[in-house]
């Protein structure tokens, strides 16, 4: 039976493979109206506050009754029109919009990756027997799951300023197993290695080599992560997720001893804690230790452990903010949804990209920031979202960032292998400065507005 399964599978593959790619690109765009419909559900199903609307969610008692195509896409948010007396004036919009906008983002996002992204590399000199239908459609796959989480994040955000775990935890999972069975879903890398020995006082030869970026990257693979200290490593992760996610409670007003005491009880008298130690701690531990055994000299445990280390380095880089910010403002400035986000999107990117997307987030933020402020004189603003539209950013101009001169200079390749592992003192750095600036701002704002408005 397995044979036949993958058989059929096989088949299928490659009979989507033969198609035009107007065709293709047609077959993208239903199944993106699809996967918008579900994107709605877990929007108003995933939220802290649950809302009954939608065709995939129960009727409220007071809507009238739902009919069969109401599950049509977008076709059936005009037959749910007869519910805004009950949900409000114009509450189907949004959910309608939501559906036409990703269903033809996502088949713009496969004609730009098969047709048009990886037309950069050939550019740059490459010739692309690597880049063939497997590496571009697991990319794309690994894009639509990752763009189909941070969606429902995103307006759940905006909705509720809370970012739940039942999107970033499987959200995680997936990220890490895709890293795991389909490595070169993750984003591509290349270098130039020599082909010949360079003749006597001519030019060496180059040739352009591909992969998969790595953890190392743009340094080779070093053989000691393939043995026990690589695999502690990815135990450790393992572990510290499990323990950001458990609800506890922490405070040293009555001393060390009393602290360790409420942390222990507040974890142990907790139904999510033994929840999250029996559906993730055990079977995560569980799961890195087979993929080691199984497959440590192989691209699996690589792909693994690439996104373990995506999921810790762009998780704490976003916790290490949000400590530090919350300190220099007085006042909590993230939450901890988004901390849980970045680490998601780290396993789908890996850590050199979720640095990059660390750095960009904060513009959009800070224009949007501005204009809310002069409008409404409100400066919360939920931060996920931004967070995501600076990995759909990176998403489209990986190539050009990680191949091309940045800003008339050197490629962002270049800059990883240049600064190695002086980019941790340069973060720590960054954070420090950050404090400050932010300590003084906070000053200059309560003086200027006074302690009430600040």
Known sequence: MKKSGDSITLTL?????????????????LAGLFIAGQINRGIYRLAWNPRLIGPWSKRHDDAPPRQWWDRIPVVGWFGLMREEKVHGTLYWFRPLAIEIAFAAGLAMLYQWEDAGSFNDWRQLGFRIPFIGANWIHSQFLSHVVLLSLMMVATFIDFDEKTIPDSITIPGTTIGLLLATFLPWSMPSTFSFVPIVPAPAGGAPQYKAVTDVLWLSMPQPWPAWLNGVWGLV??????VAWWYALLPKRLTMRFGMGAAVKLLTRSIVRSRDSWNLTLFLL???LAYVVAVWCWGRDGLQWQGLLTGLIGLAFGGGLVWAFRVVASWALQQEALGFGDVTLM???GTYVGWQASLLIFFLAPFAGAVVGVLQWLTTRKHEIAYGPYLCVATVFLMLGW?????????GGAPAFDYFKILGIYIPVGLLLCLVAMAAMLSVW???KRKLLGAEEV
């Open 13 to 29: 593959v490659n009979w989507f493979l033969a198609l035009p790619l107007s065709a293709r690109t047609a077959i993208v765009f």
């Open 233 to 238: 490593i990815g135990l450790v992760i393992i």
């Open 282 to 284: 055990l079977p995560g």
């Open 343 to 345: 680490a998601m999107i």
């Open 399 to 407: 190539v050009p960032i990680w191949g091309k001169p940045i800003c």
């Open 442 to 444: 906070f000053r200059i």
